[in-house]
């Protein structure tokens, strides 16, 4: 599917996040404005694209951006303020880091908060669609995926380098073997509830 530049006509930011559903690490956002006649058919949603492309493409919208800006908020203030609420704020803190101000917002799923007296729009599966909220979800991933590799080098028990802090099998069993971190999100259900009691 070709994903299309959403509009023409005023200066406009794709915002979006990763790392929501993940047990450990921060939600981290990214902001972009892209060029009016910006163009790429490698570009998608960063689910739809492996390692690789992400990596290939990171650079190119880095390079080809009117701007961006990325932003990570921390565990310990997901766990003050809720996740939905933190990745809302990472969202408000990656639109901060843009030197150019956007006329619009154009923002990947169905909540956000209003940023400033800059009117928005909620696109549900808009990474998907729009080459902006594509371009911001890619660079979300990928600094967020720098930040895990880096922490897992303190912790390799975890093996963050491969599941990037989501709840796999794997890292799941690593919590129940050795407990959690300072990385771990404490308001999340870190293990599944036991059904049965240990007698």
Not at 95 to 118: A, Q
Request: with cysteine; hydrophobic share 35%; charged share 30%.
């Amino acid at each position: 599917m070709l994903l299309i530049n959403h509009s023409n006509l005023v200066l406009e930011c794709g915002t979006d996040e990763a790392g929501r559903g993940c047990l450990a690490g921060p939600v981290t956002a990214a902001a972009v404005i892209l060029p009016k006649d910006f163009k790429n058919t490698v570009l998608n949603d960063s689910k739809q694209l492996s390692e690789k492309k992400r990596e290939f493409l990171k650079p190119v919208i880095e390079h080809d951006a009117v701007c961006f800006g990325v932003a990570h908020v921390f565990q310990e203030e997901i766990d003050s303020i809720n996740i939905l609420n933190a990745s809302i704020l990472a969202m408000h803190k990656s639109i901060d880091e843009l030197s150019t101000k956007p006329e619009y917002i154009i923002v990947d799923g169905n909540k956000f908060k209003p940023y400033k007296d800059i009117p928005f729009e909620t696109i549900i599966k808009g990474d998907g669609k729009y080459l902006s909220i594509a371009a911001a979800s890619v660079l979300a991933k990928t600094y967020r995926d720098l930040y895990m590799n880096k922490i897992h080098e303190e912790f390799p028990m975890y093996n963050w380098r491969k599941n990037k802090g989501y709840p796999t099998k794997e890292h799941r069993e690593a919590i129940k073997k050795y407990g959690i971190t300072k990385y771990h999100r404490k308001s999340f259900r870190l293990l599944p509830e036991q059904l049965k009691l240990d007698l």
